[in-house]
């Protein structure tokens, strides 16, 4: 069974803080990783995807990605109450017909 | 910005009913897919469509959901007698290029059945 793992939180942090967020996957031959947003009641909206190794910076999002430890994260700098959701990661890519794989979500916390 | 778009909102139905629920897509994607979410669970893959074609379904799909492309723009998940587990919200999503790329999700149905 191919999984996706995340601590569902939730997790704490005060404004202006900097929130680490973390996800394993099982299936190696995953290629790409999306992380999303998801608020109560709503869609989940992207905010970043990465499927190199390494870092990828997007504004106050930084996306890495491990394949050797098959570990994602999700860094978001200068937290804000309005990043108060549940982050999830998805992996994707092993079959060529874009299914993705989703953990079960991190729920944030940004208390001003 | 261009975006996915979702009808009903909220569909209610009885146990044994029929629904379909619709999608438009954005409109110069070419990958298709619904998913679902059962209250407080994982977004769960249901279905990938392409060219015309189902390319991969999951174990939840199975012969009461039907998938189509009636034309251009819509893109419609069936499910034909619908069961109180079916209840969830459904989102439908789109990706332009291939398989590999970002997916931008829909609003969702909500589907409760009673």
């Known amino acids: 069974q191919k999984e996706v793992e995340q601590n569902s939180g939730p997790l704490s942090v005060p404004e202006g803080a900097i929130a680490s967020l973390n996800c394993t996957y099982s299936?190696?031959?995953?290629?790409?990783f999306f992380w999303y947003r998801q608020y109560s009641g709503k869609s989940p909206e992207l905010i970043m995807f990465?499927?190199?190794?390494g870092d990828k910076e997007d504004g106050r999002f930084t996306a890495q990605l491990n394949k050797a430890s098959q570990y994602v994260s999700l860094l978001i700098r200068d937290s804000q109450p309005s990043d108060s959701a549940t982050y999830l990661c998805?992996?994707?890519?092993?079959?060529?017909?874009?299914?993705?794989?989703f953990g079960q979500g991190t729920t944030l916390q940004v208390k001003p | 910005e261009p975006e996915v778009t979702q009808t009903p909102s909220h569909q209610v139905t009885q146990m044994g009913q029929e629904v379909i629920l619709r999608c438009v897509p954005i409109?110069?994607?070419?990958?298709f897919y619904w998913y679902r979410q059962i209250l407080g669970q994982k977004v769960e893959f249901l279905v990938s469509?392409?060219?015309?074609?189902?390319?991969?379904k999951s174990e939840i799909f199975d012969d009461q959901f039907s998938v189509e492309r009636p034309d251009g723009s819509n893109f419609t998940l069936k499910i034909r007698s619908t069961k109180l587990e079916d209840s969830a919200m459904y989102f439908c999503?789109?990706?332009?290029?291939?398989?590999?790329?970002?997916?931008?999700f829909g609003p969702g149905t909500r589907l409760t059945v009673t």
């Open positions: 299936d190696r031959g995953s290629q790409s």
């Open positions: 990465i499927y190199s190794n």
């Open positions: 409109s110069n994607h070419l990958y």
């Open positions: 998805a992996g994707g890519g092993s079959s060529n017909t874009g299914k993705l794989i």
């Open positions: 999503a789109s990706t332009k290029t291939n398989s590999l790329s970002e997916q931008y």
């Open positions: 469509f392409y060219n015309n074609e189902i390319s991969e």
